[in-house]
């Protein structure tokens, strides 16, 4: 229950934001890029120190850690619900990401404290993934009526009752081990350099334009801080990202096919909470309300998904799922300012369904392809890899959709959904390529993946 609450609160977090964007913006005066920072902001930092996130619970306690990053999430979300300018927001955003960073894998190892039974060990683990997707895809509903009934404040000071009921019940949770674990403090500086020197360039080259002092300097930042990185990981004794891991073929496809697919999903959220407000004019509830139907559909998927993988194989449902979520990209091209909702609310069911199809096929053919002792640098490279996309994805597409003045421009909505169909078309070609290569046995195939893991 802990593990699940928790969780729960930071994926809300991630989306629910979205629908109060257009509030924040009239309150606090900031532009279109203040408004990608303030998603952005939190995204970043839940990327970046996830790679190394898992070491320090390991080697604080997952429960001591998950009481840390509880503690930092509460506070920071009661400065967001404080803030008095853009400037303060996106810092107490920061805070949130770098907090949530800490409470994701240690929530994963307390689960793992909790069950010592792997068949009820499973059967929490599938709860609490559900219970992240429902909560990703319920996020711009609750946004939107918090938004509308209490204002964009609420949306941050929700997270204070439930950060208190969390802490209340770790008081009740058994203490967690230590274990010695080496930290990569050199290779996660220069992870969140390169991250967020990137995406400054992206949001401010769209808005200050390419040739401006401070995204040259952003730009030379992260050219500069991706190879350190890379040579920082090729030294270090215990790396974040074991560079032999990123030569299995097992664990760079899906890495590839993660960070498309949040692109597509988290970008399209973004634009559709702006096009539902700025350019249909509907109240916070209301646009809340049209991602009802992709969050029913998202779950329904998420539980449709194992069972499919197992009838089926993990490899049809991962390329069913991507051709799917491509095709809702394109599929979302005719929308325009007179069309009908309820076309709106039909043609997002595409997305909801690929995306939730895709994903837990997807992690557990990365889980499959590593080591026992690697699984969680796996899974925290994965998701990492994933919230990276989705950062970018904001970063790109609110630069796109930015009209004069910072309005909404409906030809920006079309390009950003053409690049990301057109980059989940090329991941579903690569992904069948790679499939159609794979020799896989016979007695092999219904698992959907073949090869040794190599360390």
């Known amino acids: 229950m802990v593990s699940l609450l928790g969780f729960t609160v930071i994926t809300v977090d991630v989306s629910a934001v979205t629908l109060a964007l257009p509030a924040i913006r009239s309150s606090l005066h900031g532009g279109m890029a203040g408004l990608q920072w303030i998603v952005d902001a939190?995204?970043?930092?839940f990327a970046a120190l996830m790679l190394s996130a898992g070491a320090l619970a390991d080697r604080a306690g997952a429960r001591r850690a998950y009481t840390v990053g509880v503690a930092l999430f509460t506070l920071a979300s009661l400065g967001c619900a404080l803030a008095p300018g853009i400037g303060w927001l996106i810092g107490a955003r920061i805070a949130q990401g770098a907090a949530a960073a800490v409470m994701m894998p240690a929530s994963l190892a307390l689960l793992r404290q909790a069950y010592e039974d792997p068949a009820r060990r499973a059967r929490?683990?599938?709860?609490?993934?559900?219970g992240g997707s429902v909560a990703l895809a319920a996020g711009p509903v609750l946004g939107g009526?918090?938004?509308?009934?209490?204002?964009?404040?609420?949306?941050?000071?929700?997270?204070?009752?439930?950060?208190?009921?969390?802490?209340?019940?770790?008081?009740?949770?058994?203490?967690?081990?230590?274990?010695?674990?080496?930290?990569?403090?050199?290779?996660?500086?220069?992870?969140?350099?390169?991250?967020?020197?990137?995406?400054?360039?992206?949001?401010?080259?769209?808005?200050?334009?390419?040739?401006?002092?401070?995204?040259?300097?952003a730009s030379a930042v992260a050219v500069l801080a991706g190879p350190a990185f890379a040579a920082v990981e090729r030294r270090h004794p215990a790396p974040m990202?074991?560079?032999?891991?990123?030569?299995?073929?097992?664990?760079?496809?899906?890495?590839?096919?993660?960070?498309?697919?949040?692109?597509?999903?988290?970008?399209?959220?973004?634009?559709?909470?702006?096009?539902y407000q700025q350019l249909r004019g509907m109240p916070g509830t209301e646009a809340g309300l049209?991602?009802?139907?992709?969050?029913?559909?998202?779950?329904?998927?998420?539980?449709?998904?194992?069972?499919?993988?197992?009838?089926?194989?993990?490899?049809?449902?991962?390329l069913v799922g991507q051709a799917v979520l491509a095709v809702?990209?394109?599929?979302?091209?005719?929308?325009?300012?007179?069309?009908?909702?309820?076309?709106?609310?039909?043609l997002l069911v595409p997305m909801g369904l690929g995306g939730a199809l895709a994903m837990p096929a997807l992690t557990?053919?990365?889980?499959?392809?590593?080591?026992?002792?690697?699984?969680?640098?796996?899974?925290?490279?994965?998701n990492a890899v994933r919230q990276t996309g989705g950062a970018l994805s904001v970063a790109v597409f609110g630069t796109l959709v930015a009209g004069p003045g910072d309005t909404f421009s409906l030809p920006g909505l079309r390009a950003s959904l053409v690049v990301a169909g057109t980059a989940?078309?090329?991941?579903?070609?690569?992904?069948?390529?790679?499939?159609?290569?794979?020799?896989?046995?016979?007695?092999?195939?219904?698992a959907g993946w073949t090869g040794r893991p190599r360390d």
């Open 145 to 217: 009526l918090l938004t509308e009934t209490a204002g964009w404040r609420a949306v941050f000071l929700l997270n204070l009752p439930l950060g208190a009921v969390v802490l209340a019940l770790l008081t009740r949770t058994a203490p967690s081990p230590r274990r010695p674990r080496p930290l990569d403090p050199a290779g996660q500086v220069t992870a969140v350099l390169a991250l967020a020197a990137l995406t400054f360039a992206v949001i401010e080259g769209g808005h200050a334009g390419w040739s401006a002092p401070s995204v040259a300097g």
């Open 124 to 130: 929490a683990l599938a709860l609490w993934t559900v």
């Open 42 to 45: 939190y995204t970043l930092m």
């Open 241 to 275: 990202v074991p560079p032999a891991m990123l030569r299995q073929r097992g664990v760079v496809l899906p890495l590839v096919i993660g960070f498309a697919a949040n692109a597509g999903f988290y970008g399209v959220v973004f634009l559709l909470g702006l096009y």
């Open 364 to 382: 557990a053919l990365l889980m499959d392809a590593v080591p026992a002792h690697r699984a969680g640098t796996a899974s925290g490279l994965f």
């Open 424 to 446: 989940l078309c090329a991941t579903t070609l690569l992904t069948a390529w790679v499939f159609a290569r794979e020799r896989v046995p016979a007695a092999s195939r219904r």
């Open 290 to 318: 049209m991602f009802v139907p992709l969050a029913a559909v998202i779950t329904a998927a998420n539980l449709l998904s194992p069972r499919l993988a197992e009838r089926l194989g993990r490899r049809p449902v991962i």
């Open 328 to 346: 809702a990209m394109f599929a979302l091209l005719p929308l325009g300012e007179g069309t009908p909702m309820w076309r709106v609310v039909f």
